[in-house]
Structure formats: C-alpha cells, structure tokens
C-alpha cells in the first residue's frame, strides 16, 4: 500500500491529510509539535478513532530527544537516534522487543524502515509519490501500516527538528 503526505513545516499548528493513491483522505494528523511535551496525532479519516500518538521527551543528563508512539493509550514503540560520524543512525525498540531500523538519507526523503534481519518493510521518497511537493510510503504487504506511517511523520519531526537547530 502506499500513502503520500505533504510535505511541511512542523512550527505551524494545523491539522494534515495522509491520502492513499487514489487521492482519498485515509488518516489525519491533528495537532503542533512546537515543544517537548507536545503530541501529534494520528487520526483515521473513516472513523475518526485515534489510531496512534507520537510524543516527544527530553531524557537528562544527556539532553538527547527521544520519540515515543503510543497506540491504544500504551508505549508501542520508541525511537532514539545514535550519533555516528559519517552517517545517522535511527533506532526503534518496540514495546513487544522487537527492533528496526531507518537506513538511507532521511533529510532528502530516501530512506527505508528495515527489520532487525534486514528485511524491508516501507520504503519512504518523494520519488514513489503522484502528488507534487509530496514523499510517499512503500509499505510491504502483511506490515502494519498505522505503524508504519506513525514512524514516518515521527521521522518527519525529527528531519524539521534537525534543520532548524542547523539554521
């Protein structure tokens, strides 16, 4: 399956659509992620049930940010990235232990969400979208896709995070 979504700036506080290929509204997120504590959420459009939560926390002593996914109101997930000299390093420990990874350029929207066997699970690029100033989500068949674009606009965070502390 794969989704598109706009790209933006994370310092407005509006609501955006995540469409499927055919255009339709399939998931909304709601909310400003300006400041740690802050939440965005993932909304389906068919429903409008919450299907996940993204959150941002500071850990002390290390000041490092850390994102956190919550489903049905329980940590489903964790994302913390490694400094590395040449490269980023993305890391998602699951609550049920499982771990991922985010191989690729994540600030050109070239990357993908790989398994801890190295098995691919979504492929994310402006290339794989219709839309103009979109990225798409490739998402492998049998994966979880609200997990999958719950990642992605958590990635999308800390991508607008990263080019303003560099601005």
């Not at 109101?73 to 000299?85: E, I, K, P, S, T």
């Not at 801890?116 to 103009?132: C, D, N, W």
Request: charged share 30%; hydrophobic share 40%.
């Amino acid at each position: 399956m794969r989704y598109h979504i706009k790209e933006r700036e994370w310092s407005f506080p509006e609501d955006f659509i995540v469409r499927d290929d055919g255009g339709s509204a399939v998931f909304e997120i709601r909310g400003a992620f300006v400041n740690i504590d802050d939440d965005l959420v993932l909304i389906d459009r068919s429903t409008s049930q919450e299907l996940a939560r993204a959150h941002i926390r500071q850990h002390v002593p290390t000041l490092t940010l850390r994102y956190e996914i919550y489903r049905n109101d329980q940590l489903w997930a964790h994302l913390h990235d490694r400094f590395r000299l040449f490269h980023e390093d993305f890391k998602i420990e699951t609550s049920a232990g499982s771990v991922m990874r985010i191989k690729g350029d994540t600030l050109r929207w070239d990357f993908s969400i790989i398994d801890e066997t190295g098995h691919p699970l979504a492929h994310i690029g402006r290339q794989y979208s219709i839309f103009p100033d979109c990225y798409a989500i490739e998402i492998a068949e049998n994966v979880d896709e609200v997990a999958m674009v719950a990642l992605v606009i958590v990635m999308d965070m800390v991508r607008e995070r990263k080019e303003q502390s560099s601005s």
